[in-house]
């Protein structure tokens, strides 16, 4: 507040946005979510010209650079979320706050952004649905392409992040990936090395089906309902086919 000409230079930026994050973690918690923007608290404590630049700071920052996604992750950093791609969650809650905002966003920032969408903690943040509207080919080429990379190997994972955001995700959203979804399930395996990679690919396809329940509607749920129902009588007594009865109902 004494030098903010000094705070915000371009040397001393990323720091600021840093110390920033952090004020504004400790206030809120910060235990359920990554983002924590809130520029009404930073106006009341430092005040307009303060909220002005960080505001423009976070928006910025987002920017830079998208976050890497799962499936292209070395295994050991899976489990790992760089600070910087967090900060520019919160530069894009701050972007977001702003009316129109996404059809103000060019094709690719829209895909920086939606990589930013996989970062939030405990599913999707609520400005992907304004993403996913004004972009919707942007969306589905970034996030789209990742669920269908984490089915991939979903022999080997029990847990498929990209997929499992999706299914908390907003009606809209889940339409979206709807086509993509429907196509998975023409390729489902039938046959698995052991039991532990079956029980997976069971969650796997019960996380799918509940999807495709609520987002697909007319001529695509009866060519769900006939893949189900075609899966169910090859295999009555499989690892899937409680799963595929439930989705033939």
């Known amino acids: 507040m004494a030098d903010p000409e000094t705070a915000f230079a371009p ?3 990323s720091q600021t946005v840093a110390h920033l994050y952090e004020w504004l973690r400790k ?3 910060g235990r359920n979510r990554y983002n924590v923007w809130n520029v009404d608290a930073l106006r009341q404590a430092f005040g307009d010209d303060i909220a002005t630049r960080a505001t423009e700071a976070f928006r910025a920052h987002w920017r830079l650079e998208g976050p890497t996604l799962w499936s292209q992750r070395p295994a050991e950093e899976r489990n790992s979320t760089p600070w910087k791609w967090i900060y520019g969650l919160c530069g894009l809650a701050a972007e977001a706050s702003s009316p129109e905002w996404a059809a103000r966003v060019t094709p690719g920032h829209a895909r920086i952004a939606a990589a930013h969408a996989t970062v939030e903690l405990n599913g999707f943040p609520a400005w992907l649905k304004d993403l996913a509207a004004a972009h919707p080919a942007e969306v589905d080429a970034v996030l789209g392409s990742e669920i269908t990379a984490e089915l991939a190997v979903g022999a080997d994972h029990s847990h498929l992040p990209t997929l499992q955001d999706v299914t908390y995700a907003d009606h809209a ?3 979206l990936f709807a086509p993509r979804l429907i196509v998975s399930l023409t390729a489902w395996p039938s046959k ?3 039991d532990e990679a079956g029980q997976r690919w069971a969650h ?3 996380q799918v089906v509940r999807i ?4 697909s509607t007319g001529q695509d749920r009866s060519t769900i309902a006939a893949e189900c129902e075609r899966r169910f009588v090859t295999d009555p007594i499989g690892a899937l086919a409680q799963i595929w009865l439930r989705g033939l109902f």
């Open 11 to 13: 040397d001393n930026l």
């Open 27 to 29: 206030r809120t918690g």
């Open 173 to 175: 959203v889940k339409r």
């Open 192 to 194: 698995f090395p052991n």
């Open 204 to 206: 796997h396809l019960d």
């Open 212 to 215: 495709l329940d609520e987002s």
